[in-house]
């Protein structure tokens, strides 16, 4: 008898998380597909035999999108879930989806996914002023971020600081990060160092609370087709705690019905890695299903334990390839020439340019293919989508509440 639940786990590079991974969900599917995409010795294959799961090798890397595409071959489930190989699926998470799936208008359902670890919060109070040149609110200038002895500053999340910055500074080159003013940021702790040992600066800062953090809670639309995580890095502390229509999911848990995929089709594996979600997204939006948030079950995180995520300059070329391959597939035509004008005229180097326009042929191509699936148009999807839900409550935790 087919089982009623399939889950299907990639792994490439397999560390000490694919056993919990793989525990977490071996109760909830009558089937669990573990697709070992070329690790080296085998060894995700070793763990998942191991532990019960159904193996499929592939002798080769066919990154995230290839390896779901394989793994999706072997699978028998009327409900699907995927699930990264650095996640924890909470007890509920199948069970939850299928009740939300039985709508059949639904295409999928992704659960709130948080992050690993505990995190202590820090709020700086310093007045925001904007920088000639620069429309940013900013507060300070962070150099140093410290847990006991460890430099955490790259690691600090939340709405009270920007991205990793370099330069030269008084003659020295420098890192650092600015502060946004009186929003909070939030600073890792690690298992043994308590959170009154946290230095900004060389100088000891109070930890409000501690508390976890959302790594996202289903994904929004930005205007030139990439996708980001709604409520990334906010505190979860019931704030997320509502079911809602989102724009589409990140590819870390999402669970699907059978018969959809078959319809649809899944991850396009000429994408290799990133994006392929939110292309998938797309096509769900462009065939007029949904695709809904379920708070009631949750995912823990470890966030690119396995690819190390946009530190990685691969990893920032596929994501920017992948985006423009994304809207030749499925966006309104005028958008899709605007950002990919500005993409090839504006990058310095010849690596996206031949990534790129190497690829898009093919997406041409598809895009053809899919309008067959299409029962609304591309440019009523970016109506509705592109651009809303940018913004949600990243303010401090209510301690008050708690």
Known sequence: MPPDASVVVVSYRPGDWLAPCLSSVLAQAGEVVVVDNGSAGREASTVGAAMGAKV??????????????????????????????????????????????????????????????????????????????????????????????????????????????????????????????????????????????????????????????????????????????????????????????????????????????????????????YNEDTDWCLRARLAGLRILYDPHASVRHRLSATSHGPRSPMVRLLAQRNSLLCLARNAPLGIARHFWWLALHDDPTPELRRAALGKLPWALVWRARLRRQWSTTPGAVWDRWAGADRAWDDGPVDTAGR
């Open 56 to 273: 499929v090798h592939s002798p080769v890397n066919l990154g995230f999108a290839g390896g779901v595409d394989l793994g999706l071959r072997h699978v028998r489930g009327d409900v699907i879930g995927l699930l990264n190989d650095d996640a924890v699926a909470g007890p509920n998470w199948i069970e939850s989806a299928r009740a939300v799936l039985a709508d059949p208008g639904v295409a999928a359902v992704t659960p709130k996914v948080v992050l690993e670890g505990l995190f202590g919060e820090v709020l700086l109070d310093d007045e925001p002023w904007l920088s000639p040149g620069d429309a940013r609110p900013l507060g300070r200038r962070l150099r140093s971020v410290t847990v006991g002895t460890a430099e955490v500053l790259e690691d600090v999340r939340g709405a009270g600081v920007y991205d990793v910055e370099s330069g030269v500074v008084d003659g020295t080159p420098s890192r650092w990060r600015w502060t946004s003013g009186r929003k909070p940021f939030y600073v890792p702790l690690a298992d043994a160092a308590p959170a009154s040992d946290v230095r900004v600066d060389g100088e000891p800062v109070a930890v409000r609370t501690t508390c976890r953090l959302l790594n996202h809670a289903g994904s929004y639309l930005a205007y030139h087709g990439v996708a980001g995580e709604y409520g990334l890095s906010a505190p979860d502390d019931g704030r997320f705690d509502q079911p809602a229509e989102r724009f589409g999911f990140s590819g870390t848990a999402p669970v699907f019905r059978s018969e959809t995929l078959r319809r649809l089709g899944g991850f396009a594996p000429e994408f290799f890695a």
